[in-house]
């Protein structure tokens, strides 16, 4: 396992979930982090509860499929250093008969959890070079099919292959320093759930923190070793 001290990471969806508990730990893991969503209210409790560090947190409200702000998280990150780490835990979920999902409903969910991490993932190759890792948080949805989830489902399943492929074109490019990982958790107790018709118990789901030491333990793989998808379930499997 390798230090992270004094790397320097892009979180996504910092704010709430399973962001904002990626954006913690590795602020305790003495990583400096860009922490990026819409609300900055949230982004300034996140900086605020994790002031003691060893890590520092810049704040950077934004939304992930604005090209500009995308670019901007980037440049602001530099501050503390050429970023090391990206996670793209930004997303959201509308579950509901596909005949009620609106044009609007389907852009906002494509942008956030594939058009956005298309745009951060296009930055990171950008800017990164030839070492660094970027993790992309998947679901179970993204090889399994559930009802009143088409659009969720198809964010997931693009997410599954846009990641496969940037994974293999890193490695055919000799940039297999710049490691890939994708985590699909099964439910997970956040905000996500607020709202849906249905949810599972609460009690049985995952905790965004389990999720984000499933994101540490892929970050810390040593440099030969890539942990290049990881399936994070409930212990009473898919729920
Ligand atoms: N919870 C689960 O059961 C579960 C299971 C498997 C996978 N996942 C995946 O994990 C990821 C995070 O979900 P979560 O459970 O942590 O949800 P959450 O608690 O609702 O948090 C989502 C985060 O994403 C941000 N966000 C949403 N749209 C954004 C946009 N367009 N631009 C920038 N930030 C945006 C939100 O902040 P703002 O609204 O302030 O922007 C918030 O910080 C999603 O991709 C989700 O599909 C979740």
Redesign the pocket.
């Known amino acids: 396992m390798i230090s992270l001290g004094g790397k320097t990471a892009v979180v ?10 990626v954006a913690g730990l590795l602020i305790r893991e003495g990583v400096n982090i860009l922490a ?4 900055r209210s ?2 300034e409790i996140l900086q605020a509860e994790e002031d003691a560090g060893p890590g520092r947190c810049a704040v950077c ?6 090209e500009d ?1 995308v670019r901007r998280a980037f440049e602001e990150a530099s501050a503390f250093g050429t970023p090391d780490i990206l996670v ?6 509308l579950f509901g008969p596909l005949g009620r999902c609106s044009f609007k409903d389907w852009n ?1 969910l494509i ?3 594939l058009t ?1 991490t298309f745009l951060m993932c296009r930055e990171a190759v950008r800017t990164m070079g030839s070492q660094g890792h970027i993790v992309n ?5 993204g090889f399994t099919p559930f009802t009143n989830s088409a659009a ?1 489902c198809a ?2 399943y693009g ?1 599954v292959g846009f990641t496969r492929a940037l994974s293999m074109e890193l490695r055919a490019e000799g940039r297999e320093g710049l490691r890939v990982t994708l985590i ?11 709202g849906q018709n249905w ?2 118990p609460a009690h049985d ?2 905790r ?1 923190d389990d ?1 984000a030491g499933a994101v540490l333990y892929a970050l810390k793989q040593p440099p030969n070793a890539s942990v290049d998808e990881m399936r994070l379930l409930p212990v009473k499997g898919i729920l």
Not at 36 to 39: E, I, V
Not at 88 to 93: D, F
Request: glycine fraction near 18%; proline fraction near 5%; charged fraction near 15%.
């Open positions: 996504t969806g910092a704010g709430r979930g399973i962001g904002r508990a990026f969503s819409r609300t949230a982004l409200p934004g939304d992930v499929t604005s702000d793209n835990a930004a997303g959201l979920a906002e942008g956030a959890n956005g948080i998947g679901s179970l949805a969720y964010s997931k997410l699909h958790p099964g439910s997970t107790d956040t905000g996500l759930w607020d949810s599972p789901m995952l965004a999720v």
